[in-house]
């Protein structure tokens, strides 16, 4: 296919871009694939507000099964929440405007995930809102979710215990959707850092922790 010049040096600079960021990566993080033999795995959970004005709970389970528990036990979640996550939403609209900080990896090792599914997945974690617990790393991860068609792990290269919150996280899998799908081929997979030392990783659930 004919490319101009200008989009030919664009091609150039993004890839000499992915690499330098990469590097970048290596540096602040421990990059590394979900499907290394090293790899722990952390139950997946959730800790959030499930009524208005009470008190944070620990659910047990990975995003969309946490939301089935808090309806269950909240009918009215989204309808007492709804403003919360509109907001988070509205951080998140200004965040995607600026220049992202930390890298998206596409065609990561790990395999495919079912774009549909993703978009849905997405949808689910903006609205359950909270934060998910992954123990010291590195290279420790929990599934985020991990059924037929999909797998969204967060992995933490911390010597600590981490909590980031879903806002930050639905920013992610976002970023990697807007810069990995395969529209064509209804496929996504990917990974992206952040600068305190975790990642978000989109992968075939083929290397769900369940099936290692």
Not at 13 to 42: K, M
Not at 168 to 178: C, F, P, S
């Amino acid at each position: 296919m004919f490319l101009p010049l200008f989009l030919k040096n664009l091609v150039v600079v993004r890839q000499t871009l992915g690499v330098a960021l990469f590097i970048v990566s290596v540096a602040t993080g421990s990059p590394f694939n979900i499907t290394d033999p090293d790899v722990q795995w952390y139950p997946p959970n959730w800790t959030g507000v499930i009524f208005p004005g009470g008190p944070e709970v620990t659910l047990n389970g990975t995003i969309p099964d946490v939301r089935q528990q808090i309806l269950q036990i909240n009918p009215n979640y989204d309808q007492d929440f709804g403003n919360k996550v509109t907001e988070a939403n509205e951080r998140r609209r200004k965040r995607n405007q600026a220049d992202p900080e930390w890298p998206v990896l596409c065609n990561v090792p790990g395999g495919y995930s079912n774009l549909q599914y993703v978009d849905q997945f997405d949808l689910d974690l903006r609205w359950t809102d909270g934060s998910t617990t992954v123990g010291p790393g590195p290279k420790v991860c929990t599934p985020l979710v991990c059924t037929t068609g999909i797998a969204v792990s967060l992995c933490n290269d911390n010597p600590f215990t981490i909590s980031p919150t879903t806002d930050y996280m639905t920013d992610y899998v976002y970023a990697i959707i807007g810069a990995c799908a395969n529209q064509d081929q209804q496929i996504v997979n990917g990974q992206q850092f952040d600068g305190d030392k975790y990642n978000v990783y989109i992968h075939a659930p083929t290397h769900c922790p369940n099936n290692n």
